[in-house]
């Protein structure tokens, strides 16, 4: 299993909004398990609370945070 690290919610602006696009967005950084493949993704709050959802729907799915990844991170 990968490593699991938290990471953070950044709130956006849309810069260059378009009719009918949401007003800002929630931005974080990611990469694979392996550390390469870094990206930015955006995320709606319609989609972070899907996510959410899903989540607690699927708990069986959810990765487990380590106890020293816990105090570490």
């Known amino acids: 299993m ?8 950044i709130n956006v602006d849309n810069s260059k909004r378009e009719f009918g696009a949401a007003l800002s967005y ?20 319609a989609e972070i609370k899907k996510a959410e959802q899903r989540a607690k729907k699927n708990q069986e799915d959810l990765t487990k945070k380590g106890f020293w990844s816990n105090i570490l991170d």
């Open 2 to 9: 990968a490593k699991v690290k938290k990471g953070r919610l």
């Open 26 to 45: 929630k931005a974080i950084w990611v990469e694979d398990s392996n550390g390469i493949n870094e990206r930015c993704l955006l995320f709606t709050d």
